[in-house]
């Protein structure tokens, strides 16, 4: 599940739990018949539930207005995930936005292609260099090539932990995502066995 599917669940039960409220409320004073309530001996006990009631709701509506800013804040996102933007809205440093990219002007740009550019030149000469060991790895699912930087493959169940493609064709522990752990650094070096 999505954090956005959970988001949206979430804020259904808030919703549900609100309506709930309001009818208890609406029950609570039908117990007077619409009279006022002047018992002395019970008022005190209905005012005190009828606030907790109140109280509750005041609660639910403050949280479901939250729930509604957040699921409309993860749905931006998603949108903008979806057509190669950055959580933020900016075009995302990608090889999938390179031609973007290139059409734009600016000094900081016609950097940003020469990396990508020189990711690609990377990612297309380790396909050409690559081991039948590192092959095997890639075809197993051990490892799962980044989208975004395809000389970059991401060690599966390690956090953060990517490998590169050496000169040889075999795999090493990238220098930007290194095994924090030494269980992550035995894991990398069972798996490169």
Known sequence: MTKLEIAIQKLERLEKELDEAATANIEHYKQTHGSPVNDKRNARAFFKKAEQIEVRGMRLIKEVEAQKERVAMLKEHKFNLENGLNKNGTIATSVANIE??????????????????????????DNEVMTAKTKELIESGAVTKWEKKPMYYFVKGLRKVALIINND?????????????????????NLLM
């Open 100 to 125: 973007t990219i290139r059409g734009m002007s600016g000094s900081y740009n016609k950097k940003r292609v020469k990396e990508l550019e020189t990711i690609i030149a990377k990612a297309e000469k």
């Open 169 to 189: 064709g075999d795999f090493y522990v990238s220098k930007n995502y290194p095994a924090k752990t030494d269980n992550d650094e035995q894991f990398i070096k």
